[in-house]
């Protein structure tokens, strides 16, 4: 996250602008989660219908009316087109609250630095702005790219922390964590 930075619902780096979510962003939000290569790895998160990426859409904005952050509409400095979504969402993982750091890239957009870059810009700011709430990544095993993308952003491999997810085993990546 670069010093151009400004508030919550907007992030930038040098590439990119992250942005709060708006209703104009839903047919991204299907667009992309409808794709099975985005959730190959994470099938529980494909979305089957135009209502559930509304529904989606739902749940991100009632968590940016209740938390003020949540998940960011990823794009670049000169171009409409939606990257990805990337953000974080408080949860409790075995007992602990933490804010699960979340990513999800267009096909299209993969292979470019973005999800790093994106990535790196939201633990910065949840860093500095939700400092008392440890910071993780739930990814699997076999996701190799998403593995890469949590280490770019800080985060290390927590393994004491592994658990069953919502598709099989995750692999715990974390920052901040209690002593
Ligand atoms: C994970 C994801 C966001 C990465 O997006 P991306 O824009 O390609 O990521 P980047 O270009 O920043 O690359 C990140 C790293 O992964 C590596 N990488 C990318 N694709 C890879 C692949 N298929 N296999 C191995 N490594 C890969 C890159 O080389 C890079 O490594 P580096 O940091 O050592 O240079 C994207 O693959 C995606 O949206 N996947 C589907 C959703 C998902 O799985 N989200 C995570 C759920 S836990």
Same mark, same amino acid.
């Given at each position: 996250m670069s010093d151009r930075s400004l508030t919550a619902e907007e992030l930038q780096t040098a590439r990119l602008s992250l942005r709060r979510p708006t209703e104009a %962003? @839903? %047919?991204a939000i299907f667009a992309i989660h409808r794709d099975p290569e985005t959730c190959l790895h994470n099938p529980s998160d494909a979305l089957a219908s135009l209502n559930e990426a509304e529904e989606l859409y739902q749940r991100w904005n009632d968590q940016w009316q209740q938390c003020g952050y949540g998940y960011w509409v990823v794009r670049r400095h000169d171009c409409a087109l939606q990257l990805g979504f990337c953000? @974080?969402?408080?949860?409790?993982?075995?007992?602990?609250?933490v804010?699960?750091?979340?990513?999800r890239f267009a096909t299209s957009a993969w292979g470019q630095g973005f999800a790093g870059d994106a990535a790196t810009?939201?633990?910065?700011?949840?860093?500095?702005?939700?400092?008392v709430l440890p910071l993780i990544a739930r990814v699997r095993p076999a996701n190799i790219a998403s593995q890469r993308v949590a280490v770019r952003a800080g985060l290390t491999r927590a393994q004491h922390l592994d658990g069953t997810g919502y598709d099989g085993l995750d692999w715990i990546y974390a920052a901040k964590l209690p002593n």
């Amino acid at each position: 996250m670069s010093d151009r930075s400004l508030t919550a619902e907007e992030l930038q780096t040098a590439r990119l602008s992250l942005r709060r979510p708006t209703e104009a %962003d @839903i %047919d991204a939000i299907f667009a992309i989660h409808r794709d099975p290569e985005t959730c190959l790895h994470n099938p529980s998160d494909a979305l089957a219908s135009l209502n559930e990426a509304e529904e989606l859409y739902q749940r991100w904005n009632d968590q940016w009316q209740q938390c003020g952050y949540g998940y960011w509409v990823v794009r670049r400095h000169d171009c409409a087109l939606q990257l990805g979504f990337c953000g @974080i969402k408080p949860m409790e993982l075995h007992g602990m609250k933490v804010l699960n750091l979340f990513y999800r890239f267009a096909t299209s957009a993969w292979g470019q630095g973005f999800a790093g870059d994106a990535a790196t810009a939201v633990t910065t700011w949840a860093s500095q702005r939700v400092p008392v709430l440890p910071l993780i990544a739930r990814v699997r095993p076999a996701n190799i790219a998403s593995q890469r993308v949590a280490v770019r952003a800080g985060l290390t491999r927590a393994q004491h922390l592994d658990g069953t997810g919502y598709d099989g085993l995750d692999w715990i990546y974390a920052a901040k964590l209690p002593n």
